[in-house]
């Protein structure tokens, strides 16, 4: 089993749709990372969390440090949300961004 | 701002040859991260450097190695490719060391045939 699971694998709406990405890890965690990756391969990272909510444009990212357990919500899509989203975290253990990495949700938002 | 930049954007190697991959990072970062995608297998930590220094590595054989020089730009280099190297290989940059955000460049695509 994967320290870090994502769900669902792939995903597509209709443009204006509510969108989740859910993500599952297994190790006690310094931060979470949510991250963006286009066709062409460049990554954004959207979010870093370690703890509660957190809100930039239609895009909002929560996590339950209990529950190791991270969502992360887009409102009202567009076409142009269309990627691959991959959470990854730090384990408490790891030092620097040794990241481990979650296998990503393709997201298809349709016109 | 420049942002992270990666040099060559795409290489064709073949099996055995050696290739060195080059990162720029923000002017400022001093945490320069390698991390290698291959097709199939996601995301995988390779490098860590930080002000110079090698402080990381994930599980990767040492024939995957680098530098990081003194204006914080590295080279990550691999001896002796093999097939299953092709992958893009991301160079990402932070403020500091521990959690802190991530500012990733556009990758070197590398083709082993």
């Known amino acids: 089993k994967n320290e870090v699971e994502q769900s669902p694998q792939n995903l597509t709406a209709q443009e204006g749709e509510f969108i989740t990405i859910n993500c599952s890890y297994s190790v006690g965690i310094s931060a979470l990372h949510w991250l963006q990756q286009h066709p062409g391969g460049g990554i954004v990272s959207l979010f870093m969390l370690s703890s509660g909510k957190k809100k930039h444009g239609r895009l909002i990212a929560t996590i339950n440090i209990q529950e190791k357990h991270s969502s992360l919500h887009i409102t009202a899509s567009h076409p142009r949300d269309s990627a691959v989203y991959i959470c990854a975290v730090r384990p408490i253990k790891a030092a620097g961004n040794k990241l481990t990495f979650g296998g990503g949700t393709r997201v298809l938002v349709k016109p | 701002e420049a942002g992270v930049t990666q040099s060559p954007t795409h290489l064709i190697k073949t099996r055995g040859q050696q290739v060195t991959l080059r990162c720029s990072p923000i002017s400022g970062h001093t945490s320069v991260y390698w991390y290698q995608q291959a097709l199939g297998l996601g995301l995988q930590f390779l490098l860590w450097y930080d002000e110079g220094e090698e402080r990381n590595r994930g599980n990767f054989p040492p024939r995957f190695s680098g530098r990081q020089f003194p204006n914080y730009s590295s080279e990550l280099n691999v001896n002796a490719l093999e097939l299953e190297d092709s992958a893009l290989y991301l160079c990402?940059?932070?403020?500091?060391?521990?959690?802190?955000?991530?500012?990733f460049g556009s990758g070197t695509q590398l083709s082993v045939l």
């Open positions: 990402a940059s932070s403020l500091e060391t521990g959690n802190e955000k991530l500012f």
